[in-house]
Nanobody
Framework: QVQLVESGGGLVQPGGSLRLSCAASGRIFRINAWGWYRQAPGKQRELVASITSGGMTSYADSGKGRFTISTTIFRDRAKTTVSLQMNSLKPEDTAVYYC????????WGQGTQVTVSS
């Protein structure tokens, strides 16, 4: 089992920045890919960015050049933090952001709200 807990969401003005964090624990040594998704009201959940256990990253067009995904693996491998640095935020980035992990099974966090508004 894998547990994911997101944090770092909030209200930010257009053009501002936020850094989301996902604290992952449990059987994370089997995880082969991590991701951040988002879901805006009335819309489907969509992939924002992903990173493999080998460090390969991928971004949705909406976030290219503005978002950066990264992982920090603690030495004992008992915990990993998956971060999403978001710069130059736009009102259309407003959504609930979810952390995701895959090891054959798919795990989700509870989500963190990001609101971009003046």
């Amino acid at each position: 089992q894998v547990q994911l807990v997101e944090s770092g969401g909030g209200l930010v003005q257009p053009g501002g920045s936020l850094r989301l964090s996902c604290a992952a624990s449990g059987r994370i040594f089997r995880i082969n890919a991590w991701g951040w998704y988002r879901q805006a009201p009335g819309k489907q959940r969509e992939l924002v960015a992903s990173i493999t256990s080998g460090g390969m990253t991928s971004y949705a067009d909406s976030g290219k050049g503005r978002f950066t995904i990264s992982t920090t693996i603690f030495r004992d491998r008992a915990k990993t933090t998956v971060s999403l640095q978001m710069n130059s935020l736009k009102p259309e980035d407003t959504a609930v952001y979810y952390c995701n992990a895959i090891d054959g099974n798919t795990y989700w966090g509870q989500g963190t709200q990001v609101t971009v508004s003046s």
